[in-house]
């Protein structure tokens, strides 16, 4: 066990994922167990800058697996992206004597973490909190499940009203460049088709599927849009759209951060605290300047440079299939 490390600073950055809160849990208590003390940073980096730092006893994390959003709050820092910033949060952690670090949270959380442990040499272990699933070195992201949850059980609410009205919807899913929340939505709510930024699909494509939907007499569609597609926004897809096809009544529904928001499903509960608790082994471990993250069930540590540099896309059978599946 490394002995050197004693007190613990934990944070959430960037967007807010569900499941942040049980990651938070299970790092507490894992450290806890250990006889390791746990210091909350309150706001992110902003609040590493701004000295916002406070003890985390095991009371502090009861009753939160259950709770969506973040406990520590989060945002994202314009200062930290600075040497002056880097250099201040080190020294507030100096300050309170604090020994290592977990930051829960994405790509931009990671680059911080990356620059801040080259500029100080502090240790860092990232926990990947994101719903977009982007990250490289786990095949999911903590959060990343609630928000297919979510976004599936509003597509079957507008399935019926697509079905009365004989109307084809677009609707757009966040992910930012990311189309795992469009793919395995569309998959999961039985979409016509899917847009996503790692698969080119053209426009005349797009009316070619739409138009063989009509030939089959379906009297509804559900298109599913990643927001980072590559054909433009939702609304200008539907519009050009409509002007091909008059056969659809179209229609847009965009979600935006309706996703974020709620309880974390039982698989994103198990994920973080599996990686919470991971952490915490990393750390007692001498591993530092890395993500914990699962593969294939089992748990491994990639690091930071590899996280943000490399890129993840989804399987193209699981894309060839999504096609398949929604002739």
């Known amino acids: 066990m490394n002995e050197k490390i004693k007190r613990i600073g934990i944070f959430t950055s960037g ?14 208590r894992a450290a806890n ?30 009753n939160i697996i259950q709770r969506g959003g973040t406990i520590l709050k989060t945002s994202r820092s314009e200062r930290f992206l600075t040497v002056e ?5 080190y020294e507030n952690l100096l300050a309170q004597d604090i020994d290592a670090m977990v930051a829960i949270g994405g790509d931009g959380t ?8 080259k500029e100080t040499q502090f240790p860092v272990v990232g926990l990947p909190g994101t719903i977009d699933n982007d990250l490289y070195g786990t095949d999911f992201t903590i959060g990343f499940y609630t928000a297919v949850d979510t976004a599936v059980e509003a597509v079957d609410k507008i399935r019926d009203t697509a079905d009365s009205h004989n109307r ?34 053209s426009f005349d494509e797009l009316v070619e599927n739409i138009n063989r939907s009509l030939k089959r007499k379906k009297l509804f569609g559900l298109v599913i849009v990643a927001e980072g597609n590559k054909l433009g926004s939702t609304v200008e897809i539907a519009e050009k759209l409509q002007e091909k096809i008059k056969d659809y009544d179209i229609r847009v529904s965009i979600f935006g951060h309706i996703q974020r928001g709620g309880s974390p499903c039982a698989y994103d509960r198990m994920l973080a605290s599996r990686l919470g608790y991971a952490t915490i082994n990393a750390l007692l471990e001498g591993k530092f300047n890395c993500m914990a993250g699962i593969i294939n069930d089992v748990v491994v540590y990639t690091p930071f440079e ?7 896309n989804p399987e193209q059978e699981l894309i060839k299939m999504a096609e398949i599946l929604g002739l």
């Open 110 to 117: 990671f680059r911080g973490a990356l620059q801040f442990y």
């Open 85 to 89: 910033g880097r250099r201040t949060a």
């Open 15 to 28: 967007g807010d994922a569900p499941g942040m809160n049980a990651a938070i849990r299970a790092v507490t």
């Open 306 to 312: 590899q996280t943000v540099q490399l890129k993840k």
């Open 168 to 201: 084809l919807f677009f609707i757009e899913v966040m992910g930012r460049h990311s189309g795992y929340i469009a793919l395995y939505t569309a998959v999961a709510s039985g979409a016509s088709a899917v847009l996503i930024p790692e698969y080119d699909t």
């Open 33 to 62: 167990f250990y006889d390791l003390h746990v210091y909350g940073i309150y706001g992110g980096y902003e609040g590493l800058i701004d000295g916002d730092i406070r003890r985390l006893e095991t009371s502090d994390v009861a």
